[in-house]
């Protein structure tokens, strides 16, 4: 068999596999119950300022959502764009203040995160960086406190391949494990009510990095720190082998904590150009995939069940839709541009409701 013909082959696999199995994407579900009535702990999302004044997106939230994660504003990015003087707070405290109102709860995301802070704290001595690394948390989820019903204290610490922790700025002065140490005792300082979440995100679909996320968690609780709440991103892809992610979420509930599916959503992309499948073959693996993960979730106790947050409601607020990333067929999210649930909602609803 010549390159090409070799190539086209595995291309077609996955197609000729989704034929044999008949799997066909269901209908958009036609009566969709509002999925913060039928979700266990906390049916949430992810939100800009922008949304607020988005009339659509204001009329899903309220109808589905009792949690809110702000996307970007509450990270240490925004916060600290003007200098460590003078944090911009106005844009977490209006958001903060939309959930109150609404009667829903909120989810502080992030307070340390290896991708934001170096041009801070670079060239700080040991005691000034000190002094802001624990100032930062302490102004910033102490201000909240009361406000937030939990908080990812630390944002993807683990190498994309799985083979370690990430070496970042926190991990050069204080180690890898004692960067993260050092940041929950000060959250737990700050706020002793809220929940403090550890999250990352392909644990279901990279085996060895979901092995290396349950390896940090039990040395992290070994030596005592209050790591209370597991967050799992579950940014999923179409093709994760059947079985897998269950497996995973059998996993993460070993330790007893609540577990948060905290970003979900999944891209009908994939990396090779040569996949010929079909939308509805694609809608169809999406949807198998988010089944899955929605059943592992309700077969974890009661206790666990801490929330299930979508990182966007409608396909157009996805990340994957932004910039040139959007060549706007992409379906990622519960719902289509216009509000309708798309066959993912329908998958939650059904998971939910068994």
Same mark, same amino acid.
Not at 254 to 267: A, K, M, R, Y
């Given at each position: 068999m010549n390159r090409r013909a070799l190539l086209t082959s595995l291309a077609l696999a996955p197609v000729i596999a989704g034929c044999r199995r008949a799997a066909v994407a269901g209908p958009q579900p036609a009566r969709l119950p509002p999925l913060k009535t039928i979700t266990p702990g906390a049916f949430g999302t992810c939100v800009q300022l922008a949304n607020l004044t988005d009339p659509g997106w204001l009329d899903l939230a309220r109808t589905h959502v009792s949690q809110l994660t702000p996307e970007w504003e509450m990270k240490m990015e925004y916060i600290l764009a003007d200098g460590p003087d003078r944090l911009r707070l106005d844009r977490s405290d209006r958001i903060?203040?939309?959930a109150a109102d609404n009667g829903m709860a909120l989810h502080g995301h992030t307070l340390i995160w290896y991708a934001?802070?170096?041009? =801070?704290?670079?060239?700080?001595?040991?005691?000034?960086? *000190?002094?802001?690394?624990?100032g930062y948390i302490a102004t910033v989820a102490g201000r909240y406190r009361g406000k937030v019903r939990s908080w990812d204290v630390v944002n993807e610490p683990i190498l994309d391949d799985g083979s370690g922790l990430r070496d970042c700025h926190w991990s050069r002065r204080y180690g890898q494990d004692g960067y993260i140490r050092r940041a929950f005792d000060q959250a737990r300082i700050a706020d002793p009510d809220a929940v403090l979440f550890l999250n990352e995100y392909n644990l279901e679909g990279v085996p060895a990095k979901g092995t290396q996320f349950l390896r940090l968690v039990e040395r992290l609780l070994k030596s005592g720190c209050p790591l209370q709440g597991l967050g799992t991103q579950s940014h999923l892809w179409i093709d994760i082998p059947d079985g897998q992610i269950a497996a995973f979420m059998h996993?993460?509930?070993?330790?007893?904590?609540?577990?948060? =599916?905290?970003?979900?959503?999944?891209?009908?992309?994939? *990396?090779s150009p040569l996949d010929l499948r079909g939308l509805q073959e694609r809608l169809s693996r999406q949807t198998a995939r988010v089944a899955e993960l929605?059943?592992?979730?309700?077969?974890?106790?009661?206790?666990q069940r801490f929330g299930f947050t979508t990182w966007g409601l409608r396909d157009t607020d996805s990340w994957y839709r932004r910039g040139d990333k959007d060549d706007g067929k992409d379906r990622p999210l519960p719902f289509d541009a216009?509000?309708?649930?798309?066959?993912?909602a329908g998958a939650l609803a059904a998971a939910f409701q068994r």
């Open positions: 903060a203040r939309f934001q802070g170096q041009d =801070v704290f670079s060239g700080l001595d040991n005691a000034a960086f *000190d002094r802001a690394f624990d996993e993460l509930a070993q330790f007893g904590l609540p577990i948060h =599916v905290s970003e979900l959503d999944v891209s009908l992309r994939t *990396d929605a059943a592992a979730y309700m077969r974890l106790p009661a206790a216009t509000g309708r649930p798309n066959p993912m």
